[in-house]
T-cell receptor, first 111, second 114 residues
Framework: GENVEQHPSTLSVQEGDSAVIKCTYS??????FPWYKQELGKRPQLIID?????GEKKDQRIAVTLNKTAKHFSLHITETQPEDSAVYFC??????????FGTGTRLKVLA | IAGITQAPTSQILAAGRRMTLRCTQD?????MYWYRQDLGLGLRLIHY???????GKGEVPDGYSVSRANTDDFPLTLASAVPSQTSVYFC?????????????FGQGTRLTVV
């Protein structure tokens, strides 16, 4: 069925190192891939997104890459800081009027 | 301030009771969604609506119903609550899910069914 798989479920990195989170999707009709950050006790908020006609997008320390052939996309955070600690969700709109989210990655940046 | 609002913020509910979670947005977004968030399972789509008057089932629709009488409101009803429906519920909206746009989330409703 339609699904989005996300790995790893938890990730610990030293401050200043890079973090990479990967997602795969099942529906080849998906055309929009957002990433959300959720801090403890708060609502998810969009941090970056990419459309199917673009292979890579960057915004300061965060970047997203998309491989449509392999149906996977990744979030890259460079020079991680303690405030990057949160749960990150990938999502895909599976060619229909609904978003399906991955199961989340809990990122811990160790000072 | 424009945005999306949920009510209540938290609720303890006896099993078997009926409960409606309210969601209102003032951004004139066409698409609205209900998700439940459980530890280790991420955000799972319960129901969605791509425009007023239409609704659709998501990944986990059983035990829940929705209606979309107008653009602004998208209530979620639990007809007879069960403990497995204990979760944090998020309502979200987006301008038009068909072309892929950012989804804005409400602050969440923490529901405990006992």
């Amino acid at each position: 069925g339609e699904n989005v798989e996300q790995h790893p479920s938890t990730l610990s990195v030293q401050e200043g190192d890079s973090a990479v989170i990967k997602c795969t999707y099942s529906d080849s009709a998906s055309n929009y891939f957002p990433w959300y950050k959720q801090e403890l006790g708060k609502r998810p908020q969009l941090i970056i997104d990419i459309r199917s006609n673009v292979g890579e997008k960057k915004d300061q320390r965060i970047a997203v890459t998309l491989n449509k052939t392999a149906k996977h996309f990744s979030l890259h955070i460079t020079e991680t800081q303690p405030e990057d600690s949160a749960v990150y969700f990938c999502a895909a709109n599976l060619g229909t009027y609904k978003y399906i989210f991955g199961t989340g990655t809990r990122l811990k940046v160790l000072a | 301030i424009a945005g999306i609002t949920q009510a209540p913020t938290s609720q303890i509910l006896a099993a078997g009771r009926r409960m409606t979670l309210r969601c209102t947005q003032d951004m004139r977004h066409n698409a609205m969604y209900w998700y439940r968030q459980d530890l280790g399972l991420g955000l799972r789509l319960i129901h969605y609506s791509n425009t007023a008057g239409t609704t659709g089932k998501g990944e986990v629709p059983d035990g829940y119903s929705v209606s979309r009488a107008n653009t602004d409101d998208f209530p979620l009803t639990l007809a007879s609550a069960v403990p497995s429906q204990t979760s944090v519920y998020f309502c979200a909206s987006s301008p038009d899910a068909g072309i892929g746009t950012e989804a804005f989330f409400g602050q969440g409703t923490r529901l405990t069914v006992v």
